[in-house]
């Protein structure tokens, strides 16, 4: 069923936009290190349990035939394995619960599939621009496509957000300026991010579409704990430039419960897309830079 866009109604109901400050609350304190770097623009990220990292690289996007890829790289031994290579554009990619990988291919308008065997195949094709990614427990895939990024239905865009199950494919709205990333929760409630608009949205299982967040700046990336307590997502308004440049992007995380929100982390280049893992510990693809960067939860390894 199609549904006119929340952001749209959100801004002609004039509700005042509050930035997200340097004052928000920082309930936990994290450490951050790289685990991962050499790589050339990796981009989207995802985990399986704690210890496996699917990340792409797309060092020529929109070129099909070259050094784009999909990998998988392990905390433990520190392997690296390139699991797919020579798709246009790799975008974004989730994991379902049975271990098979889906990523959206934005230039090809597709979104592959690939099972624990290493055999890929066309999970979707005929999409318009397709972006964001994730699965629910019923192995369907939730996902983004942005024709017209920027560009709201007011003004005549035709970005949506969707969920199929490999055969039909429903739109769950329409008219977003640019829904970015999305990622589903265990009891069937979704989030994306708009990031032209400079909201989250939510989606409750009942399927109401609301505003859950606004006044960010520049959302990208997003990622929900295995608890669905904490929202993660980053914030890239000046993509390249890091804190010591003048750069202002963030990674950010957000309670559900309580509302009070976390700087996770300040002044990385490019904070891309967020990932976490079922021990607490955040993984983030900085693009510009080619790493990959992890943030742990200093209460978990001790600290107060």
Known sequence: MNRPSPVAAFIAAGCAIL???????????????????????????????????????????????????????????????VLHQGEPEPTHIAVGEDGTLYW??????????QDEDG????????LQQPSGISVDRQENVYFTQLPTPGVSGMMGGMNT????DGVTIDVLTMGEPEPTDI??????????????????????????VSVLLHGLNQPVGI?????????????????GLSGSMG??????????????????????????????????????TCSSAGVIVEATPIKKRGGS
């Open 19 to 81: 930035a997200l400050g340097a004052t928000a609350a920082r309930a936990t304190e994290y450490e951050t290190s790289v685990v991962l770097r050499g790589l050339s623009r990796p981009t989207g990220i995802a985990v399986n349990g704690s210890g496996t990292i699917y990340f792409t690289q797309i060092p020529m996007p929109g070129m099909g035939g070259g050094m784009n890829s999909v990998s998988r790289f392990s905390l433990g031994s520190k392997d690296i394995k």
């Open 104 to 113: 959206t291919c934005k230039s090809a308008g597709v979104i592959l599939e």
């Open 119 to 126: 055999f890929t195949s066309a999970f979707l094709t005929g």
């Open 161 to 164: 957000v969707n969920v199929s």
């Open 183 to 208: 990622v589903v929760g265990r009891d069937g409630e979704a989030y994306w991010t708009c990031k032209s608009a400079g909201v989250i949205l939510e989606r409750d299982s009942n399927g109401m």
């Open 223 to 239: 990622a929900l704990d295995h608890k669905g307590e904490n929202l993660y997502f980053t914030e890239v308004p000046t993509p």
């Open 247 to 284: 750069g202002s992007n963030r990674v950010i995380e957000y309670n559900l419960l309580s509302g009070e929100k976390t700087v996770v982390d300040f002044g990385d280049p490019e904070p891309t897309d967020i990932a976490v893992t079922p021990n607490g510990n955040l993984y983030w």
